[in-house]
């Protein structure tokens, strides 16, 4: 079961141009900034009630966000449903014929374990699974 929509994740061509939007307009609260390099992005977290907007900017163009912003510009990547179990959402998932892009979950941003499901199988949307980490 999916608990609730952890975050949207945003790709950015550069976080500190898109922070003039979402910091100072939106008013939304900054509260994380980190580089995940297994991901090839440096990313930020907002608050948002329980909920996050996470915004990705591409470390390099070859990265799959770098690939998707020379595709489809700037705007919406994926979405994050967060779960406190992954690796029986994972299991469960895949038995329901869902192609998952990471077999097992990975580290993902402010140390959650994160995957995602092949958006061919998600309706068109990028779907991510995360489990926080248990300070979060
Ligand atoms: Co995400």
Redesign the pocket.
Known sequence: MFDRID?V?IAVEAIDPALALYEASFEMKLVHRETVEEQGVEAVLLDLGENHI?L?QPLDAESPVGRFLARNGPGMH?I?YQVSDIESELERLRAAGIELIDQQPRI??RGSR?AFAHPKYTGGVLT?L?QPAEDH
């Open positions: 975050h994740g996470e990705l994926h994050a993902g941003i994160v991510e995360v």
